[in-house]
């Protein structure tokens, strides 16, 4: 049975998505200014530390009850979840925020191509690297990308899909957002060698803890919030062509907060992104057209 939603509650809930998304790339735009005196890892520690701490104040899970089962798959969950971060972040501090996030939607595209089979699927996953072959050629002839950036943008495409099937499981095994709380914790954990040296940082100079709290609000506390509300109500086909224009939000983050400007090519290989992501998420099955998302799994994402 469709998810019926009136033209009010559905404009209200498209304005979440992409308050969501705006938040989320913005958010990625202020940690960029963090990397040079905290580096890229440890702002992800300190980001999905802060983030851990409000969600397992607001949700407090109750893990005494948990199965060795609920456990090992919250622990790979929480695991892909520091990879897919941290590699993200590594990317950004050497290629355009826009590039990185259309790279990473990688990720979720082939996944979905390997899970349906189905031959529309694949056709968009080869739109999408025809896209990646734009990414190239203009590097070729004009403004260079960094190979490390590029290499670490698809290590996160890879763990978030990674991420994806583990949230689903987890969104299964665990009711509620313990399961979500709990990977927090164990990738903040899994950070910690990057993330008792920045926490020293930022106790050294307070300006910096300031910048810290803003990117774990608008990257992962205020996204996970907004995009809540919307997964109750939105059908999954529109909530993932929603989620595809994160790389145009975040290709204009890029321009307008960091200065990062665009050649035609790379604009040429953002948009045939968007349109693969945008295809996958219409195309699938209307036997699956109820609330939540095509791409990001059964519970809300905390995404990079």
Do not use: K
């Amino acid at each position: 049975m469709l998810t019926r939603i009136r033209p009010r509650g559905m404009a209200a809930s498209v304005a979440l998505v992409i308050g969501s998304c705006t938040s989320l790339q913005f958010g990625a735009a202020l940690a960029v200014q963090l990397f040079p005196e905290l580096g890229t890892w440890g702002v992800t520690a300190l980001r999905l530390s802060i983030a851990a701490l409000v969600l397992c104040a607001a949700v407090r899970p109750r893990v005494r009850t948990w199965t060795r089962e609920q456990w090992g798959w919250v622990a790979a969950y929480g695991l892909s979840l520091a990879a897919m971060n941290g590699s993200f972040y590594a990317s950004l501090e050497r290629i355009p925020l826009g590039t990185a996030v259309a790279i990473e939607f990688l990720g979720p595209l082939v996944l979905a191509a390997v899970l349906t089979r189905r031959a529309l699927d694949f056709a968009w996953v080869g739109v999408a690297l025809v896209g990646m072959a734009l990414l190239g050629v203009d590097s070729a002839i004009g403004i260079p990308l960094d190979g490390p950036g590029v290499v670490f943008a698809l290590v996160a495409a890879a763990f978030w899909a990674l991420y994806i099937r583990t949230s689903a499981r987890v969104g299964q095994l665990v009711p509620g957002m313990g399961g979500l709380a709990v990977a927090l914790v164990i990738a903040s954990t899994a950070l910690l060698p990057f993330g008792v040296p920045a926490a020293v940082e930022v106790v050294a100079e307070p300006h910096l803890l300031v910048l810290a709290v803003g990117t774990a609000l608008l990257a992962s506390v205020i996204p996970y919030a907004l995009e809540l509300m919307a997964l109750r109500r939105l059908p999954q086909r529109v909530f993932g062509v929603l989620l595809s224009l994160e790389p145009v939000i975040a290709t204009a983050a890029g321009w307008l907060l960091l200065a990062q400007a665009m050649s035609p090519l790379r604009i040429a290989a953002i948009a045939l992104v968007v349109a693969a992501s945008v295809g996958t998420a219409l195309a699938a099955r209307a036997s699956e057209d109820v609330p939540g998302s095509a791409l990001t799994g059964a519970i809300p994402v905390i995404r990079d």
